[in-house]
């Protein structure tokens, strides 16, 4: 990736889970309550389920692009139903946003200090927001658990009105927000569905990063350039 790229950035859109914080770590209890709600407790119907998301029994992670790590609520709710869930899709899908939001908050795992990579941000003029196919009210919590409000100018989830992932709404809308061009924006993101948004809102830089389902061949022909973990970032921005 040329030096002058990461210069002209001006705002960086995270994603949520697998970027900000550790998915495997987050995330395995909440899908497991989730598939045993979708199941009605039947545990061989809820493996199948999990399965199906995309969580891969024998390494205990979930695989790249699986519906569980880079899809929403309302995807997992009718992959689910199909499959032969005992709840209707609408039931289902809000019964999963509210498992997600309790369980996915009480087992959030940031992988650096979040306030103070922030801060970092803001002290070098550089606005940073906050997209993800979790759902809004899940996005707004984390924000105001890790004291990030002041820190964040936009935050969105799949419900919000922009459209989910891989569609460039909520990319479109930080830059509405903050009014930058998307090509003085970074989007950074552990999946395929985030460097998606990103090329197709426009946006100049696509960072991959390996805290969440995707791996260096996953996102190796999609991102600019592939970090261990977002705190990475502070070393490209100080070297740019």
């Known amino acids: 990736m040329p030096p002058t790229r990461a210069q002209t950035i001006k705002g960086i859109v995270f994603d949520k889970d697998g970027t ?5 770590k987050t995330w395995t209890f909440a899908a497991q309550e989730a598939a045993s709600l979708a199941s009605g407790g039947d545990r061989k119907l809820a493996e199948i389920f999990l399965a199906a998301g995309g969580y891969d029994f024998s390494t205990g992670r979930f695989l790249p692009e699986s519906v569980i790590a880079a899809g929403h609520a309302r995807e997992l709710a009718e992959l689910w139903v199909a499959l032969g ?9 809000a019964g999963i946003d509210e498992v997600f939001y309790r369980l996915s908050l009480a087992n959030a795992s940031p992988v650096t200090d979040l306030k103070v990579l922030f801060s970092f941000f803001r002290h070098r003029g550089i606005f940073a927001g906050i997209a993800t196919n979790d759902s809004q009210a899940g996005a707004v919590a984390v924000v105001e658990e890790f004291k990030l409000k002041d820190l964040v100018c936009f935050v969105a989830g799949y419900d919000s009105g922009f459209g989910p992932k891989p569609g460039p709404g909520m990319v479109r809308a930080f830059c509405r927000t903050t009014g930058l061009p998307p090509e003085k924006v970074a989007v950074v993101g552990d999946s395929e569905h985030d460097m998606l948004m990103g090329r197709l809102a426009g946006a100049g830089l696509l960072v991959g990063v390996l805290t969440g389902a995707g791996t260096r061949k996953s996102l190796g022909n999609s991102a600019h350039l592939i970090i261990e973990d977002i705190s990475c970032l502070k070393d490209l921005m100080v070297k740019s």
């Open 20 to 24: 900000l914080f550790d998915f495997h």
């Open 85 to 93: 869930a005992l709840l209707p899709r609408k039931t289902l899908q």
